[in-house]
Structure formats: C-alpha cells, structure tokens
C-alpha cells in the first residue's frame, strides 16, 4: 500500500488543468475579444510557467518518496462497462516526470518565443488557444494511467496538431498539410486502438498498473498474441512519431507557424510514440521480433531521413527530415531496450532541436520582414536566399551553431551523450543478436549524413555572401529579446542536458538511467557489457564520424557559388532523387492515393452513391410512394357515397371476421 | 302467446314498416315525419323492455327535440317537396340492397351468436324505476355523466360557430 | 323474453339505416337514417339491459346526449354547406376529390 503521497502530488491534476485553463480563457477571447494580446499572451505563456512550476512541485516531491511503482490517482469513473472499468485517473512516475518537465519546460519557453514571433499575427488569441489546449492534451497523454486516457491525449494532440498546422487556413496547401498529417495519423491511431483491444481482450485490463504487471504471466514470450498487439502499438508510434512508412507527414506539417514545429513536431508530441514504447516496455521486452522491428525501422528511419534532408533547401524542411531522423535514433533506442538511453536522447533533442527550429524561426521573421518591408515576393524560408546572416543576427547564428554541434555529436554538448549511448547499446546488443550490427551501422552512417546536413544548412543561412537582395539585406535585424531569451535559456540547457545522464565512463553517475529504473527495470533486457576498450572505441568513432562529416561540408560545400531560389537550376541525378524525397510522396499517390480516390470515384460515388443510394434507395421510395399516393388519389373521388359503400364493405369484413 | 308479446311485435312492425318508409320516400318532410313514428313505436317497445324512463327520454329527446331540429333545418333550407333525384339509380340501388341485405344476414347470424342470457338480472333490479337508472349514473357512471355536459357545451360552441355567417 | 325478437327488430332497422344511407343523397336524410341506425343500436343495448342489468340502460342515456350532440353540430355543418354550395346532394359536393 503506496502511503498517502503530500500535498503536490495530490495537486498532480492541475498540471493538466491549468494549459486547459489557459485554453478556455484564450479561446473565449479568440472569439470575443481577439485584440486583446496583452491578455491573451499573459494567459497562454502564465498557464505553462505555472504548469512547468507545478509539475516540478511534483516532481521534486517525488523524488523525495522515489516510489517503485507508479503513483496513481483515481478522479472519477469514466467507462464503467461490465468488465471494462476505465477510470479517469493520472499517474505520475519516473518517465512521466520527465515527460512533463520537458513538455511544460520547453514549452514554456517556446510560448515566451512565441509573443514575439507571431506578434503581428491576426489569429493571436486561436494560436494560443491551440497550443495551450495542444499542451493539455500532451500532459493528458504522458500522464494518463491507463490506455484510453493516454488514447484522449494521443488523439488530442493529433487534433491540435492538425488545427496548428493548418492555422494559416486560408491558403490550400496549409490546410492540405494539416489534412495529410491528420489523415495519415488516422492510420496509426487504427494500430493503437487495435493494440488496445487486444489488450483487454487477453488481459482483460486497460489500466497501466495491471496489465504490464499481468503481462509476463498472460503472454507467452515471443508469441503472436504480445507481437501482434506490439506490432499494432509501433503502427501508432510510426504514425504519430513519424517513422517509416508513415513519416511523410511530418516534413509537410512545416506548413504551420515555426514555434508550432518547434513545440509539436520536433520536442514534444512526435515523441509521444518513443513515450508508448518506453512505457510499454513490458510488453515490448516480451516480443523480440517487434524489438527488432522497432529497432529496425528506427535505424532505418534514421538514415533514409537524413539522405533526404541533404538535398532540401527549405530550411524547416531540414530540420523536419533531422527530426524524423532523430526520432528514428530514439526508436533504436528503445527498440533495443535501452530505455534510458532513448528517452535520454527525446529529451536533449528536445532542448537542440527547438532550440534549431526556433532559430530558424527567428531567421524566418527576419527575413519574412525585409520581404515584407520591400514588398518582394521571395520564398523567406528558402536557403539559397539567406547566406551571411551571421551578421545580421549574431545571437541566433552563435545559437543555432551550439544546436549544430550538440546534434552532429560533438562532445561534450548534449547530443553527444545521448546519441553515443544509443549507438553504445545497439552495438552491445550486436553481440547476442548480430542483426543490431547493422542497425549500429546505419546509425553511425546516419550520424555522418546528420553532421553533413546540418553544418551546410548552418553554412548556407549563416555564412558566405548574403544572397536575400540588396534592398532587403538593409531590413535584415536580430530578433527582438522575447525571441532571443528563450533561445539562450535553450542554448544553456542544451550545452548543459548532457550532465543528466554522463555515463561511468566518463566518471559521471547515469543519474538518468537511475532515476527511471523503476519504471525501465522491468522491461530491461541487460546485454552484454561492453568492455571499456571497446566502449571508448565506440566514442571515438562516432566523434570522428561526425567531424568527418562537418570537416566535409566545410570543403566540398561552396556557398559563394549558391544562386538565389529563383536563378537557381534544375537539380539533377542522385541530387535530383533526394531533392524529390526518393519520391515516396509520388509513390504513394501512385499506390495508395490514387486507387482509394479512383475507388471513392468510380465506384462509391458513381455507382454506389449515385446509382445504389440516390437511384435506387431515395428516389426509388420516391417514386413507389408517389405511385402509392396516386392510386390511393384515386380512390378519394370526394364522393360520399362511394366512401359510405367502402366504408360498409369495411364493416362487413370486420363483422365477417368476428363472425367467424 | 301473451299479450305482451303481442304488443311487441305489433310495435315492432310499425317500427320496422315505418323505417322502411323513411328511407323510400322522396320528400325528405315525409321521411323525417316517418322517422319519428319509428321512434315511437321504438318508446314503445322500450317500455315493453322494461325500460320506461330510457322510453320517455326517447320521446321527449329523439321524437321531440332532435326529429323536430331536423324538421326545422328541412324547412329553413326550403327542402320541402321531392327532389326527383334524391334516390340512387339502379346501380346505386342494387349495390344499397346487397350490402345492407349482407349485413342483415350477419346481423341475423351473429345474434344466434349472442349469448346465452338469465334471468338473473331481472330479479335483482326493480325494473324501469328511475331511481335504478339514475343511482348507477350519479354513482359508478358519475365521471362519464360530467363529461357528457362538456361534450354537449362543444357542440352547443361548434353549431354556433358553425352556423354563424361571420363571427 | 323479448331479447330474440327485439334483437331481431334491433337487426332489421340497422339494416334498413344502412340502406338508406347507402341509397338517398340528401344530407338531411342520410343523417335521419344515421340516426336511426343509433337507435336500432339503443333497442339491442335496452333489450339486452332487461337480462343483464341497467348498465345497458345508462348507455342508450350516453347514446342520447351523444345523439343530441351530433344532431347540433351536424345539422350546423349541413346549413353552412348550404350556404356555400346551395345543395346538400352530397354528389354535388366532392371538394375532397384527390
């Protein structure tokens, strides 16, 4: 019987509450009052300080009690059918800490970024409505003690997610972005949901705090019962985390506002999928070929991603291909059942990745700005009309040069630790099944591509001749301080993050891997230790990889000779390839797209709809009941006498009958 | 055969005789005068059924008040004399005949049906006494009996409304 | 025990008020027969209220003042008709033809 926890803790609902709070209220004044900005950035940024307080509250209390199961609290009944008893309840553990101290931290400081870059904007109050209610959904989600709580969440954000993507609604392929990712998270959502059911159908059970228990004695290992739900919950997590084959969704998502990306589609909710494996862990420890499967499409993801994101000159398409590559590292991790390392890596991408991506929203301002004092109509986001903009926008460059670093690898930034101790496991994990080798390999190559990438983005928009126009190149200005504190409060944390988790060989303590062992410890599949010789072999190869990669782009890469998009030419060969995306986009429409609208078409609307529904169906009653009404016209001559006969016909019947 | 008998069926005669004269005659002031010795001869056998306060309301209400409504109505709209097309034509006649002599038949057949009937009742209730009619109608019939004045207030409303030129 | 013959009576003058519904065509009349059809209904209530006791008897009253009831308004709606068409035929009225 876990004690009655203090008082913080038992306050643990209003983590969640107070981003609803703050949608309710920033809702009402999108509709009512939707000048008021001083209110509504009040409202949005006070209700993540205050949540990011409140859950460190809790987070600091437990730490003092350091439970090894799960604190649960129960608020009320919400499906109490038959055997199915889902209560609305919360639970607070290790990882879920983490959690929310990464989505209300970064959060918070993505909401503070946010007054500045979409000050001037119209929809002020919606978007932060939307983020506050996206931030209570997130909370909802990793908070959530049971499957359908987390359900409501993972459904919630997918929802925001859509709503933030398509806020600039008003042009079509903004809202095509949101409908594609939404669409395309349905899909996922359909394995979670069958996931679940599946759940309760063997254990009969949707709550954490007795299933995983439950798991090891209703599931054989290995077989088809646990892979197949496990199998479903990664269709999920590659849906919402974008990983192969349904990342396609996460580089259009670039559409919405670039704190939106910053926030939902590189720190936090693209995540979520790395939470459900790491908190199903055991289930997934009990299914090796859906371990593999994690690990392998992690890896996989990892380095197809980053192939495609070395030809892209969009510069948040960038970073979306670096984040969709990175989240593959993060499934490598939890795939191989290194959990710690995993969510170690979720959380300092966290802090480089929205520290790049609200870098390069300052950039976008910026240079969104000068177009827009100059009344030019050229692509803001585009590198190859940047260059130079070290000059211009010192902090920023020197930030985003940080970020760079930490996420090729360079020690002793934050990137390094985490990416090192994923790639450290998988190689361990090699030893018992060799398959990991290879996924060790790809994630090295992907770690190569990521130093290339970034160093020519940071290349392309920061150095080398300005290319944006000689008229705008005057309007080019640093961002205002409410975008740069957040950016330098980032660059700490992420200069810093790697002190969570320094592992013993380099003297450090693993405090993280510690601190979620109660919640990782059941699923933990120890692997072989590797020998210090060999670990050190490991660090320094992955260093090396990423110096290779920065020291080429610095050679091979020649931003003077870089022509602005519009003078730019055709790509052409293997550039041409990895410009289209290896053309998976096209694929599916040709596979996937194509035949379901040609379905919908010909068929379900042309003969179904048209033919079955409307022809037969509505305008067949139509006509027999006007036929019917025709003949009974007839019979209504207006007569009394005819009626009087049929009338007394009636009553012979009737008297006939009783008769009888 | 006791006399009552033979009063009943020489009232029943007259009933049924006159009947069929109120339906055959052409002038509708002849068959409403018709109609009314139907209805006495009816009170008649109303009193031979032992039913003599049922027999003086049907004199006063049907033969007195209603018959003479409709007399009254005749004679307003200026219906007095034979309308040469007031009966139907062989068609009409032939369908009339068939279904009501159907419906005599199964009438006929159906009180063969009837069940079977004691004497009981008679014994019990002092007969044609107002006092048994009305006690019953002021006790168990009492809610059925104050309805029936609001359904004649509705009507008195109704044929005012009704027959009113413009309100 | 007159409930045969009265039954009988009762029969006949039901039959022969279906048959002048069926044959006449002025309102007036259809409406007298109408009321005699009512009346052949009261002979069989009463014959059958001196066997079964005076509830037979209370219904012929009901019978009545629904009689009476009817006569008012019927008679009201037939003037009205008059008014508008100048006939009570009822082959001349046939507003209701579908």
Redesign the interface.
């Known amino acids: 019987m876990i004690p009655l926890p203090p008082l913080p803790l038992a306050l643990l609902w209003v983590v969640p509450a107070l981003p609803l709070a703050g949608f309710v209220v920033n809702g009402a004044l999108a509709l009512a009052a939707p000048r008021a900005k001083r209110a509504v950035s009040i409202t949005g940024v006070g209700a993540l300080v205050l949540a990011f307080a409140a859950a460190a509250l809790a987070v600091v209390e437990l730490a003092q009690l350091h439970p090894s199961a799960p604190l649960v609290f129960r608020y009320w009944e919400w499906l109490p059918v038959g055997d199915l008893q889902v209560a609305l309840a919360l639970q607070l553990d290790q990882l879920s800490a983490v959690m929310i101290l990464v989505v209300t931290g970064v959060g918070a400081l993505i909401h503070v970024f946010s007054v500045g870059y979409m000050h001037d904007d119209p929809g002020y109050a919606r978007y932060f409505a939307y983020l506050n209610l996206f931030v209570f959904f997130m909370l909802t989600l990793v908070l959530g003690a049971s499957f359908p709580v987390m359900f409501v969440g993972w459904e919630g954000v997918g929802l925001c997610s859509y709503l933030l993507i398509g806020f600039w609604f008003t042009e079509k392929i903004n809202a095509d972005a949101g409908k594609k990712a939404f669409i395309v998270n349905r899909i996922g959502d359909f394995g979670f949901l069958v996931a679940m059911l599946l759940i309760f159908r063997h254990t009969g059970s949707l709550d954490f705090g007795v299933v995983f228990p439950k798991a090891s004695a209703a599931f054989a290992v290995g077989g088809p019962v646990v892979t197949a739900i496990t199998l479903f919950l990664f269709l999920g997590c590659t849906g919402k985390s974008a990983q192969i084959p349904l990342y396609i969704w996460l580089p259009d998502a670039m559409q919405g506002p670039t704190p939106v990306s910053a926030l939902i589609h590189a720190a936090t909710m693209v995540t979520a999928g790395v939470y459900l494996v790491a908190r199903c862990g055991a289930l997934f420890a009990l299914s090796p070929v859906a371990s593999a499967t994690v690990a392998g499409v992690g890896a996989l993801t990892a380095l197809f991603a980053a192939t495609i994101a070395l030809k892209q000159w969009d510069i948040k398409r960038v970073l979306a291909y670096s984040t969709v590559s990175q989240l593959g590292y993060m499934f490598l991790g939890v795939g191989t059942g290194a959990y710690a390392a995993g969510i170690f890596h979720l959380t300092t991408h966290a802090f480089f990745k929205a520290l790049l991506f609200l870098g390069s929203g300052s950039v976008i301002h910026a240079m969104h700005r000068a177009y827009h004092a100059t009344h030019a109509h050229e692509d803001a986001q585009d590198m190859r009309n940047m260059g130079g903009l070290a000059r211009y926008m010192p902090w920023t460059a020197a930030l985003m040069w940080i970020a760079t670093l930490a996420i090729a690898g360079i020690p002793p930034l934050a990137g390094f630790f985490s990416k090192d101790e994923i790639l450290g496991a998988a190689f361990a994990r090699g030893a018992v099944r060799p398959a990991w080798y290879v996924f060790w390999g790809m994630g090295l190559a992907a770690a190569l591509l990521t130093a290339f990438y970034m160093t020519r983005l940071m290349l392309y928009t920061f150095h080398g001749p300005n290319r944006t126009g000689d008229r705008e190149r005057e309007q080019l200005h640093e961002a205002p301080p409410v975008m740069t504190g957040p950016l330098v409060a980032l660059g700490a944390l992420t200069v810093l993050g790697g002190a969570l988790n320094i592992p013993p060989l380099f003297g450090g303590g693993a405090r993280l891997e510690h601190w979620l062992a109660p919640v990782t410890d059941a699923a933990f599949t120890p692997a072989p230790d590797a020998s210090p010789a060999t670990e050190w072999v490991l660090v320094v190869s992955a260093v090396l990889v990423a110096a290779v990669g920065m020291v080429g782009a610095f050679r091979l890469l020649k931003p003077e000779a870089l022509a602005p998009a519009r003078l730019a030419p055709p790509e052409r060969g293997l550039g041409r390839l990895l410009w289209k995306k290896w053309y998976v986009d096209e694929l599916y429409d040709a596979i996937v797209v194509r035949p379901v609208l040609w379905l919908s078409r010909e068929v379900l609307w042309k003969i179904v709809d048209m033919r079955l529904v409307d022809g037969l169906l509505v305008n067949g009653t139509a006509a027999a009941s006007r036929a019917l009404g025709w003949v ?10 005819v009626y ?2 049929l009338f ?2 009636g ?2 019947a009737v ?2 009958a ?2 009888r | 055969m006791d006399g009552t008998r033979i009063l009943f069926d020489g009232f029943a005669l007259l009933a049924m005789g006159s009947a069929g004269l109120c339906i055959t005659r052409r002038n509708p002031v002849a068959s409403a005068l018709w109609l009314v010795v139907t209805l006495f001869a009816l009170a008649a056998l109303f009193v031979l059924l032992d039913a003599q306060f049922i027999a003086v309301l049907q004199v006063l209400v049907y033969a007195g008040a209603i018959m003479v409504l409709f007399l009254f109505v005749i004679m307003l709209l200026n219906l007095g004399r034979a309308a040469p097309t007031d009966l139907k034509g062989p068609l009409g006649l032939g369908v009339g005949v068939l279904l009501a002599g159907l419906l005599l038949v199964q009438l006929l057949v159906l009180r063969q049906a009837g069940p079977a009937t004691g004497g009981a009742a008679r014994a019990t209730v002092e007969q044609g006494i107002i006092p048994t009619v009305a006690r019953p109608l002021f006790t168990a019939y009492l809610v059925p009996f104050e309805i029936t004045s609001l359904l004649l207030l509705a009507a008195i409303v109704g044929a005012v409304v009704l027959a009113k030129r413009k309100l | 025990m007159l409930l045969g013959p009265a039954l009988t009576v009762s029969g006949v003058l039901f039959a022969l008020g279906v048959l002048g519904v069926l044959l006449r065509r002025n309102a007036i009349v259809i409406f007298m027969c109408v009321e005699l059809m009512l009346n052949a209904a009261n002979l069989a209530f009463v014959a059958f209220a001196q066997q079964l006791g005076v509830a037979g008897q209370i219904f012929v009253f009901f019978v009545m003042a629904v009689a009476a009831a009817e006569a008012a308004v019927g008679l009201a709606i037939i003037l009205a008709v008059y008014r508008h068409r100048h006939t009570v035929d009822l082959q001349n009225i046939n507003l209701l033809k579908g």
């Open positions: 009974g016209s007839r019979l209504q001559t207006g007569e009394v006498g009087v006969v007394v016909v009553v012979l008297l006939g009783v008769v």
